[in-house]
Structures are given as C-alpha cells and as structure tokens.
C-alpha cells in the first residue's frame, strides 16, 4: 500500500535508486541503475529478489556497480533476473556476463531475461547460468503501448527515452495499481461480519464475475467490491537522470509525469554553468526545479550532482531548486547540512 525508495550510493558518488512497492500482501523491489558502490549498499535479501533491474543508459557511473549485483544474482532459484535499458543493452550485457571465466555452471540454476527499449517496441532476450551465459535466445519483440513496459496487479512502469548526446537515456515512472480498503463501518452497519468472503472480495485473483453465498444470498465479488470497497489511488514515482530536454520535448515530459507523487532527479550543474549542461546534455538545477513546479509533482529528490563542486556549492545547488520548487530535497543519508 506504498512505494518506499532509498536512494543509493553519497553526494560525491555514484547513484542509484532502490524502490519497493508494497500492495500490503506482497513486496515488489526495483532497482533503477547500478553506478559503483550501489549495490552493496544493499541488504543481500533486498538485492535478491528485484524483479526488474532498469538501466537509465550505460555511461559508466551507471553501471559500474553491476558486477555486485551480479554476482548476488547470477544463481538466482526461484524468479527469472530482468533488466531493461536502451537500445544496445542485450549487447552490453552479454558481454558483462562474459566478462569472467567461468566454471561449475552446468548444474547451476539462473535464468536472465534482457530488454532493451527503442521507440515503440522493445527486443528482449533470454540468457541462462548453465550455458555459462553464452548463448543469446532472442525472444519475441513486443509493441510498447502508451510507454507502458510492465504491468502486474501490483504495479505498472512507463518508460520515456529523453536525450542524452550520444546515447538516450530511459526515464521509468512507477505507478503502483490503485488501492482498495475495506468500509469496516458500512460492513458492521449492515451486520456482516468480516471471513474467508472477504478475502475473496479484496483479493486482486479473483474475477469480478465470480459468485458464492452470503447471508444465503448468491453474490458476486463484483457487486460486493462495489458496496464494500473504498478505492484510494496508488502512488506513483518517477526516475529522471542524465537528460538535457530541448522546449519541444519538456512540455510532454511535464505532462508525462504530472502529479507524480515523488519525482528522483539528476541535478547535475548549477543553472549558472548552463552552457556546460547544454555541452554535456545535462541538466541544472533550476530547470529540474521548474520542471517539478510545472509538472506539480508531490516531492522533488535531487541525486547526481557533479563532483566538480563543493560541499557548500551543493547546498547552495539546493537553494536554487528550491528557490523554484519549495518541497525539494537532498537524500537523507548525503547529511550535507
Ligand atoms: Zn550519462
Ligand atoms: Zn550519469
């Protein structure tokens, strides 16, 4: 019944973020990028059971961490590993998961399904611990409809390719499905009291068409769902990093992301050295400040700010965000104060 994230690796490191969606009866943890050092910030049983590991791009401060999510993951028993990034991405992880000689894999269970994402359509392709990860399974290409990639009764994410330079670099926006509560008062007002139909009628498996009796009455879960259930959206966030968006393209990212209740952003320059960030494909912090104010998201975190400035440059970095965009912060743990 929430999205809870953490977001990885200090102020003059590496970042990442770590999400968990949280339907109440099941966790569902994602992992956006995997820059050095991420990774093992994690608890093992967090790192693994991801469900999907999603690549922004591949420079390497996104992807240098890898290696320990990898070796945390390689054997995985129970669930298929996913990872999704741009165009280029089955490439590149077949040749991360090479990149080591391998030995006493033939017994051994894992099995990674690689997606990389262009314009509306994404290929994927399935690697397997046993084959010591050498052969490359394609699997069927699949339309992406309204950017959505995945979506479960748990929660859905949309992706949006932003400019980059040289490489795109794929925005995620996580929407958890919306939620449903019991009306305890309406229920005790009739007299019913809560059982195993209960179950039945807030559980997400069940079909609204389904029938059984209560109170000697034939019903069906939907008519119930109906009476006895209050609907509260789910919450959503989104993960924006390393993008520099031309004015063409920010109207539709602003829309795209409206009201996103956490919005986790690269603010890599500071609006003075625009130039710089236009060079580097960039963002400042002023324009990812007026991006939350126009897209009025609930929060705005900023990550990923350059290591070429200070300490002191960075909370002054803050202020010129927040200057435009009041409900912005820092991650917990930089402590920069
Ligand atoms: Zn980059
Ligand atoms: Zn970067």
Known sequence: MSISFTNLGPADGDNALFVVVNTGQSQHPLMFDCGEGCASELKKSDLQ??????????????????????????????????????????????HRFRGFSWNLHHDQPGEWKVHE?????FHAAKFVTSEAFEIVHPLSSHEIAEGVIISNPAYSIEVRILNHGTTPSIAYKIKECDRSNVDMPKLTAQRLKPGPWLKQVTSTTIADS????????TQTVGNLRAEFLIKTPGESLAYLTDFCLTDAERGGVIEWIRGTDTLICEAQYRHSDLDLA????????????EIARDAEVGELVLQHVSRRYSKAEWLEMLSETQAVFPNTRFPAHWDLA
């Open 49 to 94: 059971s991801v469900e999907h590991l999603c690549f922004s791009h591949f420079h390497m401060d996104h992807i240098s961490g890898f290696d320990s999510f990898f070796r945390n993951n390689f054997n995985r028993e129970n669930s298929i590993v996913n990872v999704w990034g741009p165009e280029q991405t089955i490439d590149v992880m077949h």
């Open 117 to 121: 994402i262009s314009d509306n359509e």
């Open 210 to 217: 389904e029938t059984f009796e209560l109170d000697g009455k």
């Open 278 to 289: 236009l060079r580097n494909h960039h963002s400042t912090t002023q324009l990812v400040g």
